[in-house]
């Protein structure tokens, strides 16, 4: 039986999709030394030449599920200093893990009109470990007795 790669439970938003924004969740992956310069780099991911990447303060809080987040926002502006895309960031910490879902959004007014219910959605992210892979090294270590 093939293992699964450890991901992001996400609820599907009660309006999706939704014109102008896409969402993309990925795989958990091992915490990062440092979370705010790979939350950066996550958000300046596909500019193309010319372009400019302006983020704004981290924001850090907790999920309605209590697990530890950190938001990232930026705007993508053109050479004309016309912003072009938002895009947001949110990491979710799961003990040595984190989750991640970015979203770009391309129209602003829908992005507004629906912010609420996505938010819902994103406050009830969760681990799935159900693939059966170790979550901490402790596990990976252990011996069964058995």
């Known amino acids: ?8 439970r996400l609820p599907r938003p009660e309006r999706w999709p939704i014109e102008g924004v896409k969402l993309r969740t990925e795989p958990l992956r ?29 924001r850090h809080g907790l999920s309605e599920l ?24 949110f990491v979710y910490r799961f003990l040595d893990w984190i989750g991640v879902v970015r979203i770009i959004v391309t129209d602003v007014a829908a ?19 159900s693939d059966g892979a170790a979550t901490s090294l402790w596990e990976a270590l252990s011996v069964d007795p058995g």
């Open 66 to 89: 209590g697990w530890p987040l950190l938001v990232r926002e930026a705007d993508v502006v053109d050479t004309a200093g016309q912003v072009e895309q938002r895009r947001l960031l």
């Open 30 to 58: 091992a915490l990062p030394a440092d979370l705010d310069a790979f939350a950066g780099k996550c958000l300046g991911r596909g500019i193309s030449e010319g372009k400019r990447v302006l983020l704004r303060e981290p």
């Open 111 to 129: 992005w507004e009109r629906e912010q609420a219910s996505l938010m819902q959605s994103l406050g009830a992210a969760q681990p799935d470990f």
């Open 1 to 8: 039986m093939r293992r699964r790669t450890p991901r992001l």
